[in-house]
């Protein structure tokens, strides 16, 4: 059976949604990543367009991809000029790569009312750059852009454009439905006339304006297609690209097809680490790799899926990388707390059960929110449960900022007892307020307890309960800090941002103590 | 033409997806905009499982729905117990609502293995429920869970549940995808089987856990099921329930069908709606009703969709309520520039076009971000172009914030000039010292400015632009404002949240001022 052949355009169409910005090195370490990770063709960008590709590009020279091709992409020749003088066919050819994805147009109503020229003119453009790029070698794609809107509205015409392409030697014919407004039934039926009239191998390209991006990719594949086009996580122009993260596992686990990529469970950590270099909140609902797609918060649902994971999961979350979840909410029985405390290894019996679910209520009509801060769940358990008490006491800070037109300072004091009720009064400045506290914590806590010196924050995120009281409303702060093996998550909230934080950092610090005693005692 | 029958969920399905917790007064809420909306069908909730449905059905007997059925939900009769003895059923036909949505089992493995009875006896418990409901006068819809998982493994005894909820008197057979992993053609398949065995109406179920929910359940609707099941935004446990939002334009736009919907146009307005009671961030990527769902951000689409919009827009924004937008970052050249300026009516020759792209591409590179703040950035444009000065000036400000464990006091002093050189130096106490900020500010510009009085914040958001720095790093601050007739988005951005903070909520009001001046000059 033959592999389906996965490219990815998460560096180039990816960079064109609302929101993203990759730097070079984002994207030299996003590549890297993929081709480990085992995607056929990379599509690193548009050589010409702007400065960051081009950069991009050059860098790329000097890495070695162990499998993937990385290929650049742009647009078919100018109308009235040669190729050998047009920018953008040239920067292809010069980029240093041995692929390159060439997008033409295949609607008539593109040609004749877009660009102005007619519909044979259009022909030569596809065919003239097209034998350029292969009489310098290239492995060339030709992407037909509005293929399907082209077939619906001309279907001659758009036939005729792959015709030109496959004539001048195009290596693929990648169908796009570049509006993603077409209905799958369309797009399989489309294809399948393609992959019947032309011995050149078909991929398919799809947008999700329409919710369908996925289902239209299987069905392209379902008619012949042999290569998918996507983007990690879906992101791109618009409503976003075709998602691969969605599209691969369902290619190899619910059609039964191959893909070069050697370890599927690989997928989750793929997802996370281009949301985390693309610096964007991660899609908690993505298909197979979101945090919450094998959360179980119904109580109906958490009690069955612990009898057999197949009441209420489609695949095993494992295989694609990704954890079963179980959430505490005013939604859950004793049962679903008593799951989920045993995850963390903490026995309970009934009555402990109640009234913890009951504080957790309270605390959550509050404004708390433990779906998201694990640490501080944790810690509360264990403070109801075994009496846990922190090993330091903060009695109070003060918080002093100074702005004028010449000068900007923070800075933060405060007072913490060791469990010995040794006293440690110190100060530090900050950047802000909420970093003088942070660092005059961390002062004056390292004196006592020098392992939390390796806690380093590495995500601090502020979000107001109740927008309708704006900035006099409760805030949630979490944290999430790291020791360079394992990080965790707390929480805090207060109508005070500067308290909520604190509340967030104490427990994050209380929380590496608490897995340092751990660590020792084991 | 038959109407495709619209099912709504969002009160119930929606309400178990992590992070989502709806007050009663939220769920009547937004059942009486899904009820003006033109839903069909409103679930409301499961009268017995927790206190807020409960109340939730409580209160909806005084609501008068225009077009509506408010549905309520429930699993058939538990092993062993009369119907009249039944909690959950008993609490169905207690809850004063006319129609009634059960849940039976129609995979064998769960039978067996799940609820641990024969198959005949689970047959006489799906019976048994749908006609006490009947027998007391209610619509019933038999909600078939895990249909086409049942049906791949056992066609003969997922047909036989079928069977008994017909005889029985359903009026409804709904079959559900529950674990959201089906492909479209085996939905397609095995709905036109059921469709063709029997005469009472088919509806379907989907969830999202393979990308898969609206092809699935555009796959029934053509394989000849008359009512879909769904979410607003497509929220629900897990990766989320079909959507609707997608679903209901798909169904009258793309597929040519006819819903009891009015008014399409109001489909964004009501996807708003319920992010915003849900406090959810709106998916911006959402297909039609998303804030990208119409934006354009590379050159070459810009340029195009302003020439003629079908070329990057598979239907005209304003068919769903949503608008077009043309986004400003490094990848816009001037044409994009040019389009978003006449947007605002602001003419702009070459000269001044590339000093203040400059200006925007500097900016961004230190963390602001105008796709979100266009309050600022129409402030931003008229500063450079028209030399626009703010008519006030904060010299500086102080910030005291003292916390012991008796006490929290938040203090924060200002002073502010006028354009005539007046100056009001004040303070404030808050609950935090933000708080304390914003309303200090606000005192003292209120006796210069007295409609200033109208402006309250509406959100306040705070995102750290490089988490690698926590608590050190830039905090880009949005605060949305709203004088009861329109609502503007500000930018802040600072290392310090409070000054970051203050940005914003100095060009909000500047905002209003401007708006203010040029309403009076009309």
Redesign the interface.
């Known amino acids: 059976m033959e592999k389906i052949q996965i490219y990815d355009t998460t560096l180039r169409d990816g ?5 993203i ?1 990759f730097s070079t090195e984002d994207k030299l370490d996003i590549a890297s990543k993929l081709d480990l990770f085992g995607i056929d063709y990379i599509e690193g960008g548009w050589p010409s ?2 400065p ?1 590709d081009s950069s991009f590009f050059d860098s790329a020279k000097n890495s070695r991809f162990t499998h993937a091709k990385l290929t650049a992409f742009g ?1 078919t020749r100018r109308v009235g000029l040669a190729c050998s003088n047009d920018p953008s066919i040239k920067s292809i050819a010069e980029s240093g790569v041995k692929c390159a994805s060439i997008f033409g147009k295949s609607w008539d ?2 040609v004749t ?2 660009l102005r020229i007619s519909l044979d003119e259009n022909l030569e453009i596809v065919a003239d750059s097209i034998s350029f790029l292969k009489n310098r070698g290239m492995e060339v794609l030709f992407c037909a852009e509005h293929f399907f809107d082209g077939y619906l509205h001309s279907p001659d015409y758009a036939l005729s454009v792959l015709e030109a392409a496959e004539s001048a030697g195009a290596d693929w014919l990648i169908l796009c439905d ?4 077409t ?3 369309a797009v399989e039926d489309i294809t399948a006339i393609v992959v019947e009239q032309f011995r050149t191998t078909v991929g398919i390209h799809a947008h ?5 991006a ?2 239209n990719t ?2 392209a594949v ?1 008619a012949g297609a042999s290569m998918v086009q996507g983007t990690i996580n ?1 992101i791109g ?4 690209n075709a ?1 691969l993260c ?2 691969i ?2 290619l190899e686990l ?2 039964g097809l191959k893909t070069n990529i050697p370890d599927l469970s690989q997928l989750t950590a793929i997802s996370k680490f281009v949301s ?1 270099t693309a ?1 964007m ?1 991660v899609g ?5 790799v ?12 958490v009690s ?1 899926v612990l ?2 994971s ?6 095993d979350p494992s295989i694609v990388g990704n954890e079963r979840r179980i ?1 505490i ?3 859950s029985g004793n049962s679903s707390l008593k799951a989920k405390l045993g995850e963390l290894g903490i026995d309970l019996d009934d009555e402990d059960g109640k009234r913890i679910l009951q504080r957790i209520k309270d605390m ?1 009509s509050q404004g708390y ?1 433990f ?2 801060a694990e640490a501080s769940f944790e810690l509360l358990i264990r403070r109801m449960k075994d009496g846990l008490r922190p090993p330091f006491r903060v ?11 010449a000068n ?1 300072s ?1 800075e933060a004091s405060i007072k913490v007892f060791d469990v010995s009720g040794m006293m440690e009064h110190t100060a530090a400045n ?6 003088a506290l ?1 660092r005059a914590v961390r002062k004056a806590l390292e004196r006592f307890y020098p392992n939390l010196k390796d806690v ?13 009281e ?4 409760k ?1 949630r702060v979490l ?1 999430r800090n790291t020791d360079g093996f394992d990080s965790w998550t707390t929480i805090g909230v ?6 909520a ?1 604190l509340s967030a950092l104490l427990d994050s610090l209380e929380y590496k103590l608490l897995k340092s005693k751990e660590a020792t005692a084991n």
Not at 395 to 405: A, L, N, Q
Not at 494 to 499: A, C, D, L
């Open positions: 960079a064109q949604a609302e929101g910005s367009s702007n960051k647009s109503f593109h009312d877009a570049t509006n993603g407004g209905l799958p039934s999700n304006d329409a919710d369908l996925v289902a299987l069905a379902s879906g122009e618009r409503c976003g998602n969605s599209i596992p369902n619910k059609m985390e610096n909140t908690r609902k993505l298909p197979y979101g945090t919450s797609a094998f959360a179980h918060k119904g109580g109906i649902h069955a009898k057999d197949r009441t209420y999961e489609h695949i959430l909410s005013e939604l959550e929110q779906e998201g009695e109070g800070f003060r918080i002093f900022v100074d702005v004028t037109e900007v923070s900050g950047n802000g307020p909420v970093n942070d380093k924050l590495v995500d601090y995120k502020v979000r107001v309960i109740d927008g309708k704006a900035t006099g409303a805030v944290m207060s109508t005070n941002v500067i308290e934080s």
